[in-house]
Every structure is written in structure tokens, then in C-alpha cells.
């Protein structure tokens, strides 16, 4: 299982210190991260508790949340992701997972904005305004679609060639995709347009589409628990040429309710029935 990572989403009950002495339990020697999990504390501790526990980080979460209604959030959300680049080197991953946003909502409270198109400019433009910065220090911006239930909210990017068009206007090695099952599994064009796209691919992350959906947000399932079926998805990031982590990522009640070593042992065996054979 040299190529699995677990983020750290999936058993979000555990602590950065318990994350790695779960990990070490368990063998696993990946680890994606989200940045809440050492929020308030010094990322270099972070770093150093990590690489203290033989662990590599395989990509950071998240940056992002680009649309805004006024120049100074615009200017406030540069800074974090600026901070986030920084912490990426930190933690010695070359790779800042960006969920990119939904419409803005005014800072006084209200209504979110109706300009789609214009939402979607600003994630450009942002993205734009942070390349030279990530490419400066080594870091690749991984641009996610999310599925379209979530584009008021959370992304306005829904679809795979979305994501490749803001990517495009960059460097293969400074803006990629990062491209989760859970997205995308229902896109077809998506699924065909990955032996095309190998170079852009900077994250592969994998859970299940759960039937009946309890939640958009919490609902996501522990692989062969839902309707996906990864290896088409998997054979294609193998065949477009990517190399890199896959990364099991989880948001789910119910899982997190769940003592965390059984969830990763869960995790693990389902990994080496269903993502594995087809790397």
C-alpha cells in the first residue's frame, strides 16, 4: 500500500499527535492533511511531529474561497492562501488542494450574490494572482471540482474542464486538478477526458457516493459502501500517466462517530480490494 494516503478528514476525531501514532500503529506512511488540524499551534511543531513519526504529507487542505463582494476580502483570502503556500513548505508537501468557493455572500450578512460567471472569474484571476508565488516556492495549486450541489456554497468550479481551463492558463507543474471520485464519479466526459490529461493531474482522492445520500456535505462513504465504481476512475489516472498518492478522504458522521483504528483498518482493507489492484 505504498501509495495510500489517508486524510486526515477521514477520522476527524483523532488529534495531529493521534493521527500519527494511529498511522505508525497501522503502518501507513501517507498522510493528506487539512490545515484545522493545527490551527492555533506553530506549523513548524506540526511539521516536526509528523516527520518525527516517519510520515510524508501528501498534500495540503485548503486554500481557496476566492469569490468575495469587496477588494479588501479579495485581499484578506490572498494573504491566507499566501500563508497556506508557506505552510505547504513547511510540512514539505508540494501540493495545496483548492476548493475554490461558492458565490459571495456580502461581509455584512444577506443573500449570496447570482453572478456565476463572474464568481468563476474571480477564481481565475486569484489563481492567477497566486502561481508565481506557489511556483516560487515549490508548491503546486491543485484546482478541485466539487459536484454541482455545492456551487452556491462552496465551488463555483463543478466540472472537470472547468477546472482544466483555469489550470491551462499556467504551467502544468504550478496548476493542476485534483480529481476526487466523489465529484465526478457521475461525469462521463470527465472520465474520458483523463488519458488526456495526465500532466494536470496533482491529487487523486477516492470515497463513495452513498444510496441514499444522508448528507451532500457529511454523506461521503468508505469505498464499497456507495455506487462507484473506481476502477474505470482508477485505471484512467493510472494510464494518463499519474504516479502520485491516492488519497482517501471521508466526510461522514457517522464514520467519525467511529473509534478511529477501525475506521483506518476498514479503510485499509477496502483500499486493497478495490483502489489497489488497478495502480
Known amino acids: 500500500m505504498e501509495r495510500f494516503s489517508l486524510n486526515s478528514k477521514t477520522i476527524d476525531s483523532w488529534t495531529l499527535p493521534q493521527l500519527v501514532a494511529g498511522c505508525q500503529a497501522a503502518r501507513v506512511r501517507n498522510v493528506a492533511l487539512w490545515r484545522e488540524l493545527y490551527e492555533g499551534a506553530d506549523v513548524a511543531d506540526a511539521a516536526a511531529l509528523v516527520r518525527a513519526g516517519g510520515l510524508t504529507v501528501t498534500s495540503l487542505c485548503r486554500g481557496g474561497f476566492f469569490p468575495t463582494e469587496s477588494a479588501d476580502e479579495r485581499a484578506a483570502r490572498h494573504a491566507d492562501n499566501l500563508a497556506a503556500i508557506d505552510e505547504c513548505v513547511a510540512l514539505g508537501t508540494g501540493v495545496l488542494v483548492l476548493v475554490c468557493g461558492g458565490l459571495p455572500r456580502p461581509a455584512q450578512g444577506g443573500p449570496r450574490g447570482r453572478d456565476l460567471p463572474g464568481s468563476r472569474q474571480q477564481v481565475a484571476d486569484a489563481v492567477g494572482a497566486l502561481a508565481p508565488s506557489a511556483a516560487a516556492r515549490g508548491v503546486r495549486l491543485a484546482v478541485e471540482p466539487l459536484h454541482p450541489v455545492f456551487c452556491a456554497d462552496r465551488s463555483v468550479i463543478s466540472t472537470l474542464d472547468q477546472a482544466l481551463t483555469i489550470a491551462a492558463e499556467h504551467a502544468a507543474d504550478v496548476v493542476g486538478v485534483c480529481v476526487d471520485t466523489y465529484h465526478l464519479w457521475w461525469d462521463d466526459a470527465a472520465l474520458d477526458r483523463l488519458s488526456t490529461i495526465g500532466e494536470r493531474i496533482a491529487a487523486y482522492q477516492v470515497c463513495d457516493w452513498l ?39 471521508i466526510f461522514n458522521q457517522a464514520v467519525w462517530d467511529s473509534p478511529g483504528d477501525e475506521v483506518l483498518g476498514t479503510v485499509l482493507e477496502r483500499f486493497g480490494e478495490l483502489i489497489e489492484p488497478d495502480l
Not at 223 to 233: A, C, E, M, Q, R
Open 211 to 249: 444510496d441514499p445520500l444522508p448528507d451532500p456535505l457529511l454523506g461521503r462513504g468508505i469505498p464499497g459502501d456507495g455506487v462507484i465504481d473506481f476502477s474505470p476512475w482508477t485505471r484512467a489516472v493510472v494510464s494518463a500517466g499519474y504516479t502520485g498518492p491516492v488519497e482517501v478522504e
